[in-house]
């Protein structure tokens, strides 16, 4: 058997926004005489827009309707239409994310994307992204080695600690090359507010090369702190974003370090100091100066289309092929993600089972009864074990016939996130895994 998904990835960026189009490829692993066991196993790239620059209207603002121009624009160009579109991304990210105006941006461009792209921004999810685009993952599982991928942006470096291939961690640090704006003659246009107390410029004045190097070399610094190559101090914990509530640790032992982004180009390409009119250039020349390439260190396969690559090529999964499904209607989109207490939440709810040890009878059967207890119309279950199929059958046994279940597995979903989940793909489902944080507090 196989198969192919079109997806598309569409990244509106502090400073760029882009558009990827790809085809992944669906086939089973396991041999003729094993249980299926379907994957992707393969993601090539068809279409790559342009890089434009992120429209706004204003500094509070997103301009949403030339952000929706451009997208049907380069869905012309590739040559595809809404309706053959089967899975991706749309992704706000740094400190676009932050405009008032974000989430309905958001909302209009996944309406007009296709059924089953989801609308998606937070810094775990790029952080994700950006280290599979980037090919930081792919690099740890071939090495072995322990990776720290830093994906450097306009307003936001999103962190990802990676072994062995898996992503231990991940972080997000307000340093960026958009944080401060020029003109082509050196005058400040923006500051962002997270530099309070750390920049002294003020809008309409100009800045030396010398004062713009000496904020990069700041910023700089926390980027070392965040991989343990220099003692953490206040500067860190300034510039840290705290909205995913897990407070950053740097690795306790030496990683390569691995860069993506848009100041990923200026490490070790210099560039005249305003060609972009911020400060890119400058903090990409500090990085490449700082402990942060003194060792060991990578620039992403990847740089500044990493995360789009990501979106478009590795926001989704499949679940395992041992999936029970009961009088769903597909795609399912938002669907909350608990351990317990569904009654938190109104409508519908998929409950995440963690534990990867191997099913026995005594356990589905004790899980069936509890997913039962008061008999529920709908029992929606993520589990990570490969038992989907037998506790199906276990819930389907004590509810009536009209009561709508659906079990999958090989899935570890992490309460506070939302799955969307797509129509079967040769006996499984795709799943994308996302967050819908939009607002960034720094306290």
Known sequence: MCESLLSVGLDVGTTSTQMVVSRLKVENRASVFAVPELAITQREILYESPVYFTPLLDESHVNGEKIREIVEEEYRKAGISRAQVDTGAIIITGETSRKENARAVLEALSDLAGEFVVATAGPDLESVLAAKGAGAVAYSEETGKTVLHMDIGGGTSNLALIQDGKIRKTGCLNVGGRLVKLSDTGEITYVSPVLQGLFSGKLGKKITQEEASALADTLTRALEMAAGLREPTALLDQLLTKETGEVWQPPEKPAVLSFSGGVAD?????????????????????????????????????????????????????????????????????????????????????????????????????????????SPAEVLVCLEADMAKALGHALSARLPENARILCIDRVRALPDTYLDIGAPVGGAFPVVLKTLVLERSRT
């Open 266 to 374: 200026c490490i070790e390409k210099a560039h005249p100091w305003l060609e972009f009119g911020d400060i890119g250039p400058i903090l990409g020349q500090s990085i490449r100066k700082s402990r942060l390439c003194q060792g060991q260190y990578r620039l992403g396969t990847q740089t500044i289309r990493a995360t789009v690559i990501g979106a478009g090529c590795h926001s989704t999964q499949l679940s395992g092929s041992t999936v029970f499904c009961q009088n769903i209607r597909f795609p399912l989109k938002n669907i909350p993600v608990a351990e317990e207490n569904r009654g938190q939440f109104e409508g519908s709810v998929i409950l995440s089972v963690p534990g990867e040890a191997p099913p026995t009878y005594d356990r589905v059967q004790t899980l069936a009864r509890e997913l039962t207890r008061g």
